[in-house]
C-alpha cells in the first residue's frame, strides 16, 4: 500500500513540475495572486465547499 502511496505523489509531482515548467515557458504571462492561484487550484482539486473567518486581522502579516 505505501508503494502505491508513493508512486501516486511521484505522478503528481511530475504532474505538477510540468505545469510549472509550461507556466515559465509562457511569454508575457499575465500576473496571478496568489488568492486567485489558490481558488483556481482548490477548484482543480474538486473543492466545492471552504469555511473560514472573513476578514483579514486572523492574517499573520
Given at each position: 500500500?505505501?508503494?502505491?502511496?508513493?508512486?501516486?505523489?511521484?505522478?503528481?509531482?511530475?504532474?505538477?513540475?510540468?505545469?510549472v515548467?509550461?507556466?515559465?515557458?509562457?511569454?508575457?504571462?499575465?500576473?496571478?495572486?496568489?488568492?486567485?492561484?489558490?481558488?483556481a487550484?482548490?477548484?482543480?482539486?474538486?473543492?466545492?465547499?471552504?469555511?473560514?473567518?472573513?476578514?483579514?486581522?486572523?492574517?499573520?502579516?
Amino acid at each position: 500500500m505505501l508503494a502505491a502511496t508513493e508512486k501516486a505523489l511521484e505522478a503528481e509531482m511530475n504532474r505538477l513540475k510540468l505545469a510549472v515548467k509550461t507556466l515559465q515557458g509562457e511569454e508575457k504571462s499575465e500576473e496571478i495572486y496568489i488568492g486567485s492561484y489558490l481558488l483556481a487550484r482548490l477548484e482543480e482539486l474538486g473543492v466545492t465547499s471552504m469555511f473560514g473567518v472573513p476578514g483579514d486581522f486572523n492574517l499573520g502579516f
